[in-house]
T-cell receptor
Framework: GNSVTQMEGPVTLSEEAFLTINCTYT??????LFWYVQYPGEGLQLLLK?????DKGSNKGFEATYRKETTSFHLEKGSVQVSDSAVYFC?????????FGSGTKLNVKP | DGGITQSPKYLFRKEGQNVTLSCEQN?????MYWYRQDPGQGLRLIYY???????QKGDIAEGYSVSREKKESFPLTVTSAQKNPTAFYLC??????????FGPGTRLTVL
């Protein structure tokens, strides 16, 4: 079947620290992979995506690489800001269905 | 300006009442979805529709109903059969097999 597993939070970092949020997936075929961000009281916003193996998605300093050999799509950012505090969801799309991870809360302290 | 709108932003329901949450999109997307989110939790799929006049149950459809009479609209009714409806409800739309676009959400509280 299809599923997404991401690291449990909360993740607490100081400003300018390096961020990694792990995401692994199980899927048949060739899924597309996504990272979404949710700020308090709001809907989800697409952060980045990758549609095939070895693709790197990037946006606003965040990056993730579609690794088929390790079935992973880890989110990274070199230097986090307080404004990056939010909940991050990893997701996959396969055969017209979407599957979300459980979300990882990121707290960035000044 | 294309996007998804949900209304109202906040909704209060008395015990035994049905309430309807609105979701409209002008992105010309075929697929639309309803999710429920409880505090500190992930998303759970309630219903989805891939074409007008057709929809399928998601993982937690009991106590909810939907209609898809127009491509742009996918309203969700929370019926009195839903015993614990207090939650944040999110609507989304997509081109099939591509990214989902989300609305701002409706927070439903049972009084």
């Amino acid at each position: 079947g299809n599923s997404v597993t991401q690291m449990e939070g909360p993740v607490t970092l100081s400003e300018e620290a390096f961020l990694t949020i792990n995401c692994t997936y199980t899927a048949t075929g060739y899924p597309s992979l996504f990272w979404y961000v949710q700020y308090p009281g709001e809907g989800l916003q697409l952060l980045l995506k990758a549609t095939k193996a070895d693709d790197k998605g990037s946006n606003k300093g965040f990056e993730a690489t579609y690794r088929k050999e390790t079935t992973s799509f880890h989110l990274e950012k070199g230097s986090v800001q307080v404004s990056d505090s939010a909940v991050y969801f990893c997701a996959l799309s396969n055969f017209n269905k979407f599957y979300f991870g459980s979300g990882t809360k990121l707290n960035v302290k000044p | 300006d294309g996007g998804i709108t949900q209304s109202p932003k906040y909704l209060f329901r008395k015990e035994g009442q049905n309430v309807t949450l609105s979701c409209e999109q002008n992105l010309n997307h075929d697929a639309m979805y309803w999710y429920r989110q409880d505090p500190g939790q992930g998303l759970r799929l309630i219903y989805y529709s891939q074409i007008v006049n057709d929809f399928q149950k998601g993982d937690i459809a009991e106590g909810y109903s939907v209609s898809r009479e127009k491509k742009e609209s996918f309203p969700l009714t929370v019926t009195s059969a839903q015993k614990n409806p207090t939650a944040f409800y999110l609507c989304a739309s997509s081109i099939l097999n591509d990214e989902q676009f989300f609305g701002p959400g409706t927070r439903l509280t049972v009084l």
